[in-house]
Nanobody
């Protein structure tokens, strides 16, 4: 059974930092593109960042939403089956539930979601 478990969310003041973690189990982690999405109340789910599978031979690159470029960094540790999202210089607009997604790189129809972790940025 595949599980994605996020952690690291919380409350932070504008300009602060948080590091989210997502631990995956039940899958071949290195074969999956790992992404962070976020969803704020009343808004559509938004792709924040993607770290492509280390098994890709082409089209391997990290990508970010324009709204977080230069502030957020996605990384992964295949030895720990974990993907991270380092979030710096947080803004009020970053408040959302952050969800981890795993998508099989050669068959994107196979994907899994975590339950999410709440990030609240407020003064």
């Amino acid at each position: 059974q595949v599980q994605l478990v996020e952690s690291g969310g919380g409350w932070v003041q504008p300009g602060g930092s948080l590091r989210l973690s997502c631990v995956a189990s039940g899958l071949s982690f290195s074969s999956y593109d790992m992404s962070w999405y976020r969803q704020a109340p009343g808004k559509e789910r938004e792709l924040v960042a993607t770290h492509t599978s280390t098994r890709r031979t082409t089209n391997s690159a990290d990508s970010y939403a324009d709204s977080v470029k230069g502030r957020f960094t996605i990384s992964r540790d295949n030895t720990k089956n974990t993907v991270y999202l380092q979030m710096n210089n947080l803004k009020l607009g970053d408040t959302a539930v952050y969800l981890c997604n795993a998508k099989l790189w050669w068959n994107p129809g196979i994907d899994y979601w975590g339950q999410g972790t709440q990030v609240t940025v407020s003064s």
